[in-house]
Every structure is written in structure tokens, then in C-alpha cells.
């Protein structure tokens, strides 16, 4: 059973900063990517920022310069720096991985940001 673990939300105020870590254990496959994505109500879940096992990221637009993304591949863990941030990315993370050998895809439960002051 693959189990996707999820830490590092909370509670943040405006300009502040929090890193959400995600661990993936379990019977998984080979992984290919990691990543994190957010959702809010009455929106589409979207992606925040991903990294292959060869070390390509991506970012949306609206966290490139505020977000950095990590992984460490022996560990099977991800993570993801976020300084500055602003009350537009409170949302639900999610940790997002890919495998390959088998060729799947999994979700976490997800991790509650709140920016706020």
C-alpha cells in the first residue's frame, strides 16, 4: 500500500514563510516526478511546482521566485520552500507523485495553508 505523508501546513502570516515536506512510503513504484498542488473552493486544483528524478522543475507563474522545490531521491521525499507568501496561496496542498514500473500516479491527503493575519 502506497502512502503519501504530508507535513508543514499552518498557519502563516503575510510575508511569512513555511515548507511542506511530503514522504512517499509503501510498495511505489520507480518515481519519476514529484510535486505539489493546491485547490481552493469553486476552483480548479492547480499545479504549484514539480521536479523529476533528473531534476527538471516547473513553477506557476504566480510562485516563480518565492517557491523552490527539492527532492531527494534516495529518500523518496519532496519538499517545498515557500517564502513571501501571500493570502492568494492559502489553499489545500497536495503531494503529487509519478511512477513508473508500474506506471500510476498518487495523491495525498492534502495539507491546509492559511496565510492570514
Known amino acids: 500500500q502506497v502512502q503519501l505523508i504530508e507535513s508543514g501546513g499552518g498557519l502563516v502570516q503575510p510575508g511569512g514563510s513555511l515548507r511542506l515536506s511530503c514522504a512517499a512510503s509503501?510498495?511505489?513504484?520507480?518515481?519519476?516526478?514529484m510535486g505539489w498542488y493546491r485547490q481552493v473552493p469553486g476552483k480548479e486544483r492547480e499545479l504549484v511546482a514539480r521536479?523529476?528524478?533528473?531534476?527538471?522543475?516547473n513553477y506557476a507563474d504566480s510562485v516563480k521566485g518565492r517557491f523552490t522545490i527539492s527532492r531527494d531521491n534516495a529518500k523518496n521525499t519532496v519538499d517545498l520552500q515557500m517564502n513571501s507568501l501571500k493570502p492568494e496561496d492559502a489553499a489545500v496542498y497536495y503531494c503529487?507523485?509519478?511512477?513508473?514500473?508500474?506506471?500510476?500516479?498518487?495523491w495525498g491527503q492534502g495539507t491546509q495553508v492559511t496565510v492570514s493575519s
Open positions: 509503501g510498495s511505489i513504484g520507480r518515481i519519476i516526478s
Open positions: 503529487n507523485v509519478n511512477t513508473i514500473l508500474p506506471r500510476s500516479e498518487y
Open positions: 521536479i523529476t528524478s533528473g531534476g527538471f522543475t
